[in-house]
């Protein structure tokens, strides 16, 4: 499927699946994923390590999984996985087959993944049996029940419901059975890729993006890193949003060695990992940065920490980096595009330019990766070849529901309010989009918040208040606040919100 803007003919040719080849032929038998230490404690199976060789067997058996099914070409397949070696696996082999990733948030339920996946007429959902607490395979399969167009459910683990396809066998031994694959015309690397989702002021809007743009989006951050060929990559960001697809997948594929993975931000395993990765970079949430660097637990000179900022209006009151690491920080703006520069020396965080983003930043040899622009309302727009600009699903900008829009000029607005600084050029974020609580990586409208508390308990109240590591938090009143929660629980709300009754444990939410 190709959106109407992107020229077939133009641009990059490499597919994501062409990257991960390309590394697998340089060192077939090097480690290419490796799982979270921890992985037992929030799902099935022990901590899986894959070779590039290994991986490129589970891909293909993963494919003719898929095309034995039925599933045809441009299917669009959802997944909603752990941030284990079978979400990097299952991401890449949707798209060896030529179908359509939707990777999706880790703590979205029932009616989330209803209204998104309705809207994009996903076919299939491929889960685990568990993720922490959640029973994954169940919850796809109430939303299939919801969704006729969703035939099939696949899932990783043990003890799965009648009807789920079980997924484990894809990492035996031996030779997969390869099925066929009918020839793409044009340039694969234009077809839509993969779709996320962002929670706008007027609701959800899918973004749909091409190899080019996923591409695209990781180059930014990989050239400004200064990464060299095979060095590895630790990263605790989920594939459940652009910036993780960017940061985690595309940053490793375009340059090799191994990828570790961390799940649902453990401070004293990432610690863990941190002292066993050997140079590389190190890909963790902003606010964690500090605590961390305090306890001394991210290790000294030879690596890069990349600092993921959801909510790049902190950035600037970020305390200044002394550590003997190198610092990049990324702001990412919702799913519209990220911006990532290194610190200086200094320390203090740079500032974003105005026009042309180049990576490596004030370099001669910089590559452009973006363009920002202050609207007129006082917010960042952003362009580029990350930033798509067509409606998902195609035709979508003729109904009344929310939907990718760009301007005249190919800038799509970002929501968050900016100042322009005229002296040095540059942006500096003032605020977030308005209406929106931000809690980690995930985006509430608050309106659409406090109507899901009322129905669940109409003497209950909910507010967002400030927090140090989420940016925000939401905290409730209820005279019976464990039932309310349950009640929000049971009409499958996301667990931020119900958690809002229960006693508050303190985490960071990547």
Known sequence: ???????????????????????????????????????????????RRLSYAEADRAISAFVTRLRRLGLQTDTVVAMQLPHTVESVITLLGVLRAGMIAVPLPLLWRKQDMVAALGRIGAKAIITSSRIGSLAGAELAMHVAA?????????????????????????????????????????????????????????????????????????????????????????????????????????????????????????????????????????????????????????????????ALWRSPERLASNPHWGGEATLMDV??????????????????????????????????????????????????????????????????????????????????DTGFSCRHERDSNTLTIAGPPAGITSIGGYRFRQNEVDWLVAAADLDATIVALPDAYLNQRLAGSAPDGAATAAELDTRGANPLIGGAFRPRKPAIAA
């Open 146 to 306: 919801e969704l006729f167009p969703i035939r099939y459910i696949c899932a990783f683990g043990d003890k799965l419901p009648d009807g789920v396809l079980p997924l484990d066998d894809l990492f035996l031994p031996g030779q997969p059975d390869i099925v066929p694959l009918p020839a793409r015309p044009g340039n694969a690397a234009a077809h839509v890729a993969a779709v996320t989702f962002e929670v706008g002021a007027n609701g959800v809007r899918a973004f749909a993006r091409n190899h080019n743009e996923l591409i695209a989006g990781g180059l930014g951050p990989y050239l400004e890193s200064g990464a060299t060929l095979d060095a590895g990559l630790l990263s605790a960001i989920p594939l459940g949003s652009f910036a993780g697809i960017a940061l985690s997948l595309v940053q490793w594929l375009l340059g090799g060695g191994t990828l570790r993975l961390h799940h649902a931000f453990d401070p004293e395993t990432f610690a863990a990992q941190c002292r066993t990765q050997d140079g590389g970079r190190i890909v963790l949430p902003g606010p964690a940065l500090a605590p961390l660097a305090e306890a001394g637990h991210l290790g000294g000179t030879g690596k890069t920490m990349v």
């Open 331 to 412: 702001s990412s703006f919702g799913e519209v595009g990220l911006i990532a520069a290194r610190r200086g020396p200094d320390g203090i965080p740079t500032p974003i330019p105005c026009g042309m983003v180049g990576a490596p930043q004030g370099t001669a040899s910089a590559v452009t990766v973006a363009e920002t622009a202050r609207t007129n309302s006082g917010t960042l727009a952003l362009r580029g070849t990350m930033v798509p600009t067509q409606a998902f699903p195609p035709g979508a900008e003729r109904g009344g529901e929310p939907h990718l829009a760009a301007d005249e000029s190919g800038f799509v």
């Open 1 to 47: 499927m190709i959106l109407g803007r992107t020229d077939p003919t133009a641009g990059n040719r490499a597919t994501l699946d062409e990257l991960f080849r390309r590394a697998g032929v340089r060192s077939p038998d090097t480690d290419a994923l490796i799982d979270p230490p921890n992985r037992e404690s929030f799902t099935d199976g022990a901590p």
